[in-house]
């Protein structure tokens, strides 16, 4: 795969500045691991988009044929409710346009700020388009989880 870090810091907003920041890596096992320190609002996960579409999806095509992705969430994991309505429209749109991802892990420590709430409103946005998701508070066992999820589905 490629050892190049994807990172929301590279991409410009337009209006108002990001709150939180996401790099993301491409695992040989197929997996997109995030590092995301929260809180997040509607630009951080519009910068994601722009990532995702312009040059993660991009270079995980060229090796994958399916991925599942293991966000490890740092400092916050709440979003404000402009991004959670961005993000369910965001999954919905990657399920319609063929999007290969077999599953999501978020990896909250239990003590984290938010994390029962963000787990409880965001869960039902990825059941909606059913994509498997699940909650872990140990990035090893989430990347063990979504390992898994592309071995069933080869």
Same mark, same amino acid.
């Given at each position: 795969m490629? &050892? /190049?870090i994807?990172?929301t810091?590279?991409?410009?907003? $337009?209006?108002?500045? +990001?709150h939180g920041s996401? !790099?993301m890596?491409?695992?040989?096992?197929g997996v997109?691991a995030?590092?995301?320190?929260?809180?997040?609002?509607?630009?951080t996960?519009v910068?994601i &988009? /722009?990532?995702?579409?312009?040059e993660?999806f991009?270079? $995980?095509?060229?090796? +994958?044929?399916?991925?599942? !992705?293991v966000?490890?969430f740092?400092?916050?994991?709440?979003?404000?409710?402009?991004?959670?309505e961005t993000?369910?429209k965001y999954?919905v749109?990657?399920?319609q346009?063929g999007?290969?991802?077999?599953g999501?892990a978020?990896?909250i420590?239990?003590?984290?700020e938010?994390?029962?709430l963000?787990?409880?409103l965001?869960?039902?946005?990825?059941?909606?388009?059913?994509f498997?998701?699940?909650?872990?508070t140990d990035?090893?066992?989430?990347?063990l989880?979504?390992e898994?999820?592309?071995?069933?589905?080869?």
């Amino acid at each position: 795969m490629t &050892d /190049k870090i994807y990172s929301t810091s590279s991409v410009k907003s $337009l209006y108002f500045a +990001q709150h939180g920041s996401v !790099e993301m890596k491409l695992l040989d096992s197929g997996v997109l691991a995030y590092k995301a320190t929260g809180p997040f609002n509607l630009e951080t996960l519009v910068a994601i &988009d /722009k990532l995702h579409h312009n040059e993660v999806f991009i270079e $995980l095509l060229k090796h +994958q044929q399916q991925w599942s !992705e293991v966000i490890e969430f740092h400092v916050s994991c709440l979003f404000t409710h402009e991004a959670i309505e961005t993000l369910g429209k965001y999954i919905v749109f990657n399920r319609q346009q063929g999007i290969p991802l077999k599953g999501v892990a978020f990896v909250i420590p239990k003590d984290m700020e938010g994390a029962s709430l963000t787990v409880d409103l965001i869960a039902p946005l990825y059941k909606k388009s059913s994509f498997p998701f699940k909650r872990f508070t140990d990035v090893s066992e989430g990347l063990l989880w979504a390992e898994k999820l592309l071995q069933v589905s080869s």
